[in-house]
């Protein structure tokens, strides 16, 4: 059981450059989310899903996409790299969806620190 | 949108010291959460309180749901070295896109010179 995994690890991109961040997680997790945590402000929700097939916008959506297209996956891409996009990003899921009296844990990735020049 | 105020935003420890940090917010939440991260890691969870005036426990760590539904504290208590990292509160609604975490801003725990 492998959890929630990240990939890349570290990436450097230029200016205007676009790539797509990995998330799995093996949990059969329907809610799965994408943070960005930059130094002194904690985690912004960029994108979340309750389900496959099912996006919804966050916090700090723009300059991102997501699709949902199994449970297991949830690929964030950033279209045309910006400086302003220099973060960690952050994948999580859980079973909780949102719906339940009791939080049912979201499981947080090791991070993907990104660097776009 | 909602918002969270954490204080302090960093503080040193002695080992053996008992540490304090609390979570504020503008508007109500029916869940409150703490989260530690350490270097190079995602955040883990540490508590969940889900009614107000609740007082939960675990090991050293011990937090309260505040009355007013706006606030929640965590206190660790006799610190050790392995304590060092960010704590991170979270509030959560439930129903739809209310499911979703806002975090605090962090408390960055280190270790006094």
């Known amino acids: 059981n492998a959890g929630v995994t990240q990939t890349p690890k570290f990436q450097v991109l230029k200016t205007g450059q676009s790539m797509t961040l990995q998330c799995a997680q093996d949990?059969?997790?329907?809610?799965m989310s994408w943070y960005r945590q930059d130094p002194g402000m904690g985690l912004r929700l960029i994108h979340y899903?309750?389900?496959?097939?099912?996006?919804d916008q966050g916090e700090v959506p723009n300059g991102y996409n997501v699709s949902r297209s199994t449970t297991e996956d949830f690929p964030l891409r950033l279209l045309s790299a910006a400086p302003s996009q220099t973060s960690v990003y952050f994948c999580?899921?859980?079973?909780?969806?949102?719906?339940?009296?009791?939080?049912?844990?979201?499981?947080f990735g090791p991070g993907t620190r990104l660097t776009v020049l | 949108g909602q918002q969270l105020n954490q204080s302090p935003q960093s503080m040193f420890i002695q080992e053996g010291e008992d540490v304090s940090m609390n979570c504020t917010s503008s508007?109500?939440?029916?869940?409150w959460l703490w989260y530690k991260q350490d270097p190079g890691e995602g955040p883990v969870l540490l508590i969940a309180?889900?009614?107000?005036?609740e007082l939960t426990s675990n090991g050293r760590l011990t937090a309260q749901f505040g009355i007013t539904r706006k606030d929640s504290f965590l206190n660790i208590s006799a610190s050790i070295p392995s304590d060092v990292g960010i704590y991170f509160c979270?509030?959560?609604?439930?129903?739809?896109?209310?499911?979703?975490?806002?975090f605090g801003k962090g408390t960055k725990l280190s270790v006094k010179p």
């Open positions: 309180l889900y009614k107000a005036g």
């Open positions: 999580a899921s859980s079973s909780d969806r949102g719906y339940s009296l009791y939080y049912n844990e979201q499981f």
């Open positions: 508007s109500i939440f029916n869940t």
């Open positions: 899903s309750v389900g496959a097939g099912i996006t």
């Open positions: 949990m059969n997790h329907e809610y």
């Open positions: 979270a509030g959560k609604n439930y129903g739809g896109s209310q499911g979703n975490l806002i």
